[in-house]
């Protein structure tokens, strides 16, 4: 059983930038790709970014591309999301999660929730104008 556990959420003007980490646990972890996802009040849990454990390669969805960054510290087992030129529209709750079996590599499909086997509990994040 792998234990996420996000922080750095906060609240923050539009503009402005907020790193968000997220710190994984458990006897036997092992990840192929970690993901960040986001939640806004009354929509549906959207994709935002993953990383390829082994490799780090990245993937971004449409409306975070030049402005979010993931990265990885595989020594720590932790993955980061820096968040740079944040807008209102960014204000959601941000879950991390993680791929331990290898669905997401196997479909080839980061931003496929299901593939995610592991949700950490969510950091809220609230972007003022």
């Known amino acids: 059983q792998v234990q996420l556990v996000e922080s750095g959420g906060g609240l923050v003007q539009a503009g402005g930038s907020l790193r968000l980490s997220c710190a994984a646990s458990g006897r036997t972890f092992r990840s192929y790709t970690m993901g960040w996802f986001r939640q806004a009040p009354g929509k549906e849990r959207e994709f935002v970014a993953a990383i390829n454990w082994s490799s780090g390669f990245t993937y971004y969805a449409d409306p975070v591309k030049g402005r979010f960054t993931i990265s990885r510290d595989n020594a720590k087992n932790t993955v980061y999301l820096q968040m740079n030129s944040l807008k209102p529209e960014d204000t959601a709750v941000y879950y991390c999660?993680?791929?331990?079996?290898?669905?997401?590599?196997?479909?080839?499909?980061?931003?496929?929730?299901?593939?995610?086997?592991?949700w950490g509990q969510g950091t809220l994040v609230t972007v003022s104008s």
């Open positions: 999660a993680c791929d331990t079996a290898g669905r997401t590599v196997i479909t080839n499909r980061p931003d496929f929730q299901r593939g995610y086997d592991s």
